[in-house]
């Protein structure tokens, strides 16, 4: 657990958290005499939303709770929600309902719902109509209020629902409470000004802001301190952190700053936007030798056109440029990506430009989606004459092409040796164990438990399709 304590919301609204959490606390203790009271927490969506869970349980944990992975046994249930795509909504509404059983036979079972999806007043009203075993609705920006929230909750015996926007301040200073020992996740800026016409990130989440760099910088050298092998900076375009603030620091210099840092760790960073990703933050990444050789560069369509649609601000061609240039100076670098299919309008010969761009590229590995409309969204409201059953023929051409791509690129790396970080064992619990390469490749190998959460040598013996066995070996 980490508590990192600089500047941030109001010192009086932490501490007035603080009363609430040592209010929660006394009542929990008073409740459950035999016992600390048990959480269940399940995040959906991306590591932002990991990162406020750790930060959700951070303060759980302050008020008494302990964690379990059981729902049937828990005594307070919460889903932090995503979003971005219909699916991940569905299964939200579909898990959700299933706890009405288990609250019947846990009657004192405190059901808590936040995140994305709760920022949406559409969403909050239905949970408000239709599911009225919920006991608690708050969405993105009341996430350092829980500890209010839960009091109100626990004492008035009614349902409280915290919605609304506010100017979306930077909380620092609430405690955190780590899911990975080596692996870590640090949040270097909220929000998001780009408004692609997709997504429904800008709504839910309000306008960019960066946490200032000592903050960040003190977060990672505690994170360092306690071990962390990996730490990955978060934010949904971290190219521009820094920008419009006071401190003269964007993300070349932030990441300089953080690549200073002694100990044996590497960086890794989520997501770049194109338009935002400039030759000297390539440069800057190609300095640092503690960067990872991995860039997650979203492109989302390989036409012209379609990114215009889309707002995203850059060209095909200047996307491949840009790749070009990460390529000259970093010859060893491993490119992923996101690519939408069916965005609406898109025709057949659009959607091959976005193949062509994936076979030119050669990505390492690529996040696909079909285009899932998003209320409020422009493109929600733009002619989408191609059916659901063709867009899903497309995905399977897309799939498909991708597949021997990454096929390709895994039997090439057979014979060289790689720095990976050891990240458990494998699933069969064969004596192998698993691990990722600084491009962000899974490799299984046989080794001792006792590397997990270290560094190691992998020469790759063998590639089926995409994935790599290995042995250690001394050097890469
Ligand atoms: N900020 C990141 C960026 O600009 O690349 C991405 C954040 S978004 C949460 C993750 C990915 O979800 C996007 O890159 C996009 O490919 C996908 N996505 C977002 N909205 C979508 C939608 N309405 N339908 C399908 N995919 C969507
Ligand atoms: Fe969504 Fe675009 Fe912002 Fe990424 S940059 S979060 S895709 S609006």
Redesign the pocket.
Known sequence: MADVSLTGVSPGELAKQREYTQRVRAILEAQFPEGAPRAFVHTY??Q?NVADSERLKGQLSAMGYTFTDEKEQADLVLFNT?A??EHAQDRVFGNVGALKPVKERRRHMKIVLCGCMMQQPHVAERIRRSYPFVDLVFGTFAVHRLPELLYQTLRGGKRVFETTETAGEIVEGLPVYRDGDFKAWLPIMYG?N?F?T????PYVRGRERSRRPEAVIAEAEELIESGAKEITLLG??VNSYGRNCDFGVDFPELLRRINALEGDFKIRF????PKDCTKELLDAMAACEKAARHLHL?F?SGSSRVLRAMNRGYTREEYLELIAYAKKVMPDLSLTS???VGFPGETYEEFKETLSLIEEVKFTSL?T??????EG?K?MRMDDPVSAAEKSKWFAELLKTQESIAAERCASMVGQAYEVLVEGVTKENDGRLTGRTAGNVNIDFPGDPALIGNYVNVRVTEAKNWILSGEISRKP
Request: proline share 6%.
């Open positions: 969506g991306c932002g995503c971005v795509r998001c780009n692609c997709y997504c429904v990130v949904q375009n989520m997501t770049s936007h979203p989302q996101d690519v939408i996040f989606f079909i285009f899932s409309p998003r969204t493109a």
